[in-house]
């Protein structure tokens, strides 16, 4: 290969590779100053996508919502894992007709490791497939602890990334989460755009977790 052959090459590879790259940093909010509070978000959402979880999870939330003053001016649409039957009666006692989105599972509790990847791999691509055939995408996606939020959030993020949606990512830790993040908080950090945590210790301890008291 030629010096000219070779330069020309390199530079179709490098360059979109770095623009990319650029890109990626760009639309990253861990990659940007942060500045705690309502003002971190400057414009008011409009449509909401809310993840229900199983168990606690979906009581937290509950309350959460019971919180928003303004909540019933949103509109909301809900996602829920297609095996929860718990949560969609849970949502069937506050919303009249809710407007949901079924989803696979990520993972089940006490699920061995190979399975797990398996079945979030599942989660994954069915999530994608979901997502891609909106023609609108929400203001705002907030979730809390279930491993289902891991799909939907790096979904959202990568269509976020190829300017099809401009969905701000917002992560609500659980109550039971005094001293470090959850995996799924680990995981959803860099990619958030708000993280709140219940107890001041994260706060302090974790940079970008932001603490307004007890929420749930």
Known sequence: MNEQLF?????????PMLLATLRLVFVLPSCRKFAPGPKSI???PKSVLILLGSGGHTGEMIRVLKQFEHFGLLKRTYAISDSDKTSL???QAIEK????IILPRARNVGENK????????KSFIATFRTFATLKTYPDVFLCNGPGTAIPIAYVLF????LGLCHTKIIYVESLARVKQLSLT????LPISDRILVQWESLAKKYKRCEYHGILV
């Open 97 to 100: 007709s809710p407007s949901t």
């Open 89 to 91: 009666a849970s949502l």
């Open 114 to 121: 190979v399975s797990a990847i398996i079945r979030s791999l």
């Open 42 to 44: 400057s414009t008011t």
């Open 7 to 15: 330069t020309i090459l390199a530079t179709l590879v490098l360059v």
């Open 185 to 188: 908080g680990w995981l959803i």
């Open 158 to 161: 990568f269509f976020k990334f």
